[in-house]
């Protein structure tokens, strides 16, 4: 379930190509004929959207008429919202531009990125680096890996990973990088000491 609670927490954060990361890997691990087709949905859903944000209004257009239908058997995902969101946007494209998509509910609840565990925390920055190509997310993401491996769950890269995926600004993202930075030197400090 970890899994799609990142995916709903990115989906809701707006980053809507990240968002199909987590969901996709779940979706493949199952057997061809086994796969479930909430996750599908939620897939096609959040491609639906990233391709309406692109100007792709032929592809938002695709996906939003056909996702509606994988979305009929959500247990857990409360859908209703975005599937009438999505046959609105399969009708007209421009509503991708001009209307925020619904929040994504996971047993009643909106998630957000703040609401994920920091091993899930983890879990949404790799996905973003991917779908970004952000290589200083990917080494933050490495790091707050470690830390929450060695139990420091509230290490700085834990919480300012966190606050990047949720507020991708300048501001944010220079002191992400200065710790980055920081902690690399430190790592490279100590290479070598002991051979």
């Not at 952000?134 to 707050?144: M, T």
Request: charge should be negative; hydrophobic fraction near 40%; proline fraction near 5%.
């Amino acid at each position: 379930m970890d899994r799609v609670r990142v995916g709903i927490a990115l989906y809701n954060a707006g980053r809507y190509l990240a968002a199909h990361e987590p969901l996709e890997a779940l979706w493949l691990e199952a057997p061809a004929g086994e796969r479930d087709d909430c996750l599908q949905g939620l897939i096609q859903a959040s491609a639906a959207v990233y391709k309406s944000r692109r100007g792709n209004d032929k592809g938002a257009a695709g996906l939003a008429g056909s996702a509606p239908e994988y979305l009929t058997d959500c247990a857990v995902v409360d859908v209703d919202a975005l599937r009438a969101w999505l046959e609105r946007l399969a009708a007209d494209p421009g509503v991708g531009r001009g209307q925020e998509p619904p929040e994504l509910r996971l047993d009643g609840e909106a998630l957000g990125i703040d609401d994920l565990s920091p091993a899930a925390v983890v879990a949404a920055a790799e996905a973003v680096a991917a779908a970004e190509d952000d290589d200083l997310l990917e080494r933050a993401g490495d790091y707050a890996a470690r830390d929450v491996a060695e139990g420091e769950t509230t290490s700085p890269f834990v919480t300012l990973t966190m606050d990047y995926i949720n507020d991708p600004t300048p501001v944010v993202r220079q002191r992400l990088e200065e710790h980055v930075d920081r902690r690399r030197t430190r790592a490279s400090d100590v290479e070598g000491l002991f051979e």
